[in-house]
């Protein structure tokens, strides 16, 4: 089940790995919510699910209002075609995104591919004051296979924030065109438990997520997909375990094992790495989650690298306050951040 605290729901999947919840029905029920005359915006990376892409087209039969921006990447054949039977015939590894996005496209949903000449890498949704994002690419993979996170967030400012991020997706203002055209961040309430989402490169996630190391007294544990020594988020990590923080962490097993891997630099630090994903069946350790002295957790789409801070386009959602004084509030962020370290506990007792 779902870890619900207020209007936060957070889904830690996939159950074909042992995890607590399915990451395909709480995307496939957030669209199935889509009424008539409502605006459903989908921004994500790619979609090759059939479960979710035959969601979409029935929330758009239904009247709903559909927009969709996905990365062109995926829509690509092999490669140039050899001639014009091959070009009119395509084949590859992606053929299943091109079949969807066209039976998306003939449903008379609005669908856009991207403009970025880098990585659009975003995986949110928009449903009136409610928002869907995490770890999560529309996927069969993503969601049956990769470990990944889906968080849902009920609030109305949290929601126009996302709004304002899709309406420059939809002006083409991608990557570094969309700096400098945002206001900062700004952290609101939902139910008392502080949010803060930011977009990169808008806002700088990088830098923010090193502010939270920094602000650490106890324990840091995180789970991420690509972590390159490229990010300051490796020496900020460092630098708290050298005064005395406990810092563990779960990677990517083929990730990790890249040169430019931050893998290396941390254990030779001292901090604790497992690495997990491709052996058994399981696919890739996906998340992109940090939890900080079991009361403030971070979730989204942002790889710890250069490119997802200076030139894709993603998101984070930071979730509590570390030195909040309302023993109420703390309870209840401190039961999001205790079930993101659980989940990475998990990662590295099954898999580590």
Same mark, same amino acid.
């Given at each position: 089940m779902p870890i619900?605290?207020?209007?936060?729901?957070?889904?830690? =999947?996939?159950?074909?790995? =042992? $995890?607590?919840?399915?990451?395909?029905?709480?995307?496939?029920?957030?669209? !199935?919510? *889509?009424k008539s005359r409502q605006n459903l915006m989908i921004a994500v990376q790619e979609v090759d699910n059939k479960q979710i892409a035959d969601a979409i087209i029935k929330a758009r039969l239904r009247g709903v209002n559909v927009d969709l921006?996905?990365?062109?990447?995926?829509?690509l054949g092999k490669g140039r075609p050899d001639s014009l039977d091959e070009a009119y015939e395509p084949d590859g590894p992606h053929e299943i995104n091109r079949n969807l996005f066209n039976a998306i496209l003939r449903s008379t949903a609005d669908v856009k591919i991207d403009f970025n000449p880098n990585i659009f890498h975003q995986k949110f949704m928009i449903l009136g004051n409610s928002v869907l994002t995490g770890s999560t690419n529309f996927t069969t993979t993503g969601v049956t296979k990769n470990l990944n996170h889906v968080i849902v967030i009920h609030d109305a400012k949290v929601a126009n924030a996302f709004k304002n991020e899709f309406s420059e997706i939809k002006k083409g203002r991608f990557g570094r065109e969309s700096i400098g055209?945002?206001?900062s961040p700004r952290e609101v309430s939902v139910a008392g438990i502080r949010v803060k989402p930011c977009f990169a490169p808008d806002h700088g996630p990088e830098m923010e997520i090193m502010k939270q190391i920094l %602000? *650490?007294?106890?324990?840091?544990?995180?789970? *991420?997909?690509?972590?390159?020594?490229?990010?300051?988020?490796? +020496?900020?990590?460092? $630098?708290?375990?050298?005064? !005395?923080? $406990?810092? @563990? =962490?779960?990677l990517d097993r083929r990730q990790a094992n890249q040169t430019w891997a931050a893998k290396d630099a941390l254990k030779n630090a001292g901090i604790e790495i497992a690495v997990a994903g491709g052996t058994g069946g399981l696919g890739k350790v996906h998340h992109k989650m940090m939890a900080i002295d079991d009361q403030l957790s971070i979730f989204g789409s942002f790889n710890y690298t250069k490119p997802a801070n200076r030139s894709n386009d993603e998101n984070i959602v930071i979730v509590g306050e570390l030195f909040?004084? +309302? #023993?109420?509030?703390?309870?209840? #962020? =401190? %039961?999001?951040?205790?079930?993101? @370290? %659980?989940?990475?506990?998990?990662?590295?007792?099954?898999?580590?």
């Open positions: 619900t605290v207020g209007n936060i729901e957070l889904h830690m =999947g996939p159950q074909e790995h =042992g $995890a607590a919840d399915s990451l395909v029905a709480p995307i496939v029920d957030f669209i !199935g919510r *889509a921006v996905v990365e062109q990447s995926y829509l055209r945002d206001d %602000k *650490a007294q106890k324990r840091i544990d995180f789970a *991420a997909f690509t972590f390159a020594q490229s990010s300051g988020i490796d +020496d900020a990590l460092i $630098a708290a375990h050298a005064r !005395g923080i $406990a810092v @563990r =962490g779960v909040e004084t +309302d #023993q109420a509030i703390r309870k209840a #962020q =401190g %039961k999001l951040a205790k079930a993101a @370290r %659980k989940e990475i506990d998990r990662i590295i007792d099954d898999f580590g």
